[in-house]
């Protein structure tokens, strides 16, 4: 008798029998359910009426269109320990090919900039000099990053880190990189802050790197230009971790 009543079934029914339970299951259970004799066929689940938390980031749209995705404005991660930025700085600094590359490119383009008029400009001057200017770039990078990925970091409980967005807007990326000088991650709370660790760290680096810098470039002058250039080259860097590299 099972057999002859399974074979009664329209194929089509249990189909839609199928679906009618898919689709009640993304309701609450305080979510009113459809009355009245009407057939599995024409209960209509209404999307305006469903929680979005209930879809996630892909939510469809009220018009059945394409799938709502809700980009984050910051992509947050699990928090440093203080070995762990300590580790960090020190494998950035010494242990990266990027680091020395970057102290002689600073190098080139400060050299290039210097309009010193007692000196004959020549190439093998200009190269001199760039090598000599990138030796102290890399000692400043290196101490600079050590106040500002590790002693300071691990102070004032805040991220190292460069963390990038989840903007696809062109403008809104490049806006978000640039003031990441300005604005970091806390490790306790995961929300912005003020930067402090990396001005702090910034500033204090800039200060003592008047104890390996040409005495013509010393002073609390020449120690704001190189806080200041700091910062830019940082932004420029985070502009490029934005767009091309990963988080």
Known sequence: MAEARAAEVPEGKTLQVA?????????????AEPTG????????????????SRWGAGAPSAGGGAPVQHKPSLISSAPMTAGEKFGSWFHSSF???????GAVFRGLVKELGDDDDFKEDTVGNYFADSMTRAARSFAFSATSGFFEKAMFATILRQDPRYHRSGYTSAKQKLMYAVTRVLVTQGDRCGCHQINASFLLGGAAASGIADFWERSERTGPV???????????FTALGNVLKEFLSGQ
């Open 95 to 101: 242990l990266t090919p990027g680091a020395y590359v």
């Open 19 to 31: 679906y009618v339970l898919y689709d009640r299951s993304i309701l609450s259970s305080t979510e």
């Open 222 to 232: 020449h120690t704001v230009k190189r806080w200041g250039s700091h910062i830019a």
């Open 37 to 52: 004799d009407a057939s599995p066929a024409d209960r209509k689940i209404d999307l305006s009426t469903v929680p979005a």
